[in-house]
Structures are given as C-alpha cells and as structure tokens.
C-alpha cells in the first residue's frame, strides 16, 4: 500500500485537493498558494498539503559544487 502510505489515508482527498488547485488555476491564474520565488516556497501534495519553504535546499547544496 505504498500510495496510501503516501498520500497518509484516502487518495481521494489528495485527488480533490489537486483538483480544486487546478481548477482554480484555470480560473484565475492563481492555485490557492504563492507563485515560485526567490523563496522557493513549494506546495507538498502528500499525506499533508503544505507549503514548505525551500524543500530541496540540502539536495542543491550537495550538488552546488558540481553545477556552474
């Protein structure tokens, strides 16, 4: 059951979230969280929805001295 170990419970509420987020996008230009900035505020669609700040930062930094 890894998709529910995911998603923490029904994928039907995670479905919906992303959905609602799509659809108001379509709508409006807006998804219900911040556009991506120097920030990187980033959406976690998962067992919880969240917005996280900068969620691959250590990933980047480990990376960094490798990449122009």
Not at 34 to 42: D, K, N, Q, S
Request: with cysteine.
């Amino acid at each position: 059951e890894g998709w529910r170990a995911w998603v923490g419970g029904s994928p039907d509420a995670l479905g919906r979230t992303v959905r609602d987020a799509f659809a108001a996008f379509a709508r409006t230009g807006d998804p219900g969280w911040p556009a991506y900035g120097p920030e990187r505020l980033t959406m976690h669609l998962g067992a919880a929805v969240e917005l996280v700040e900068d969620p691959l930062a250590a990933s980047r930094e480990r990376c960094a001295p490798v990449l122009p």
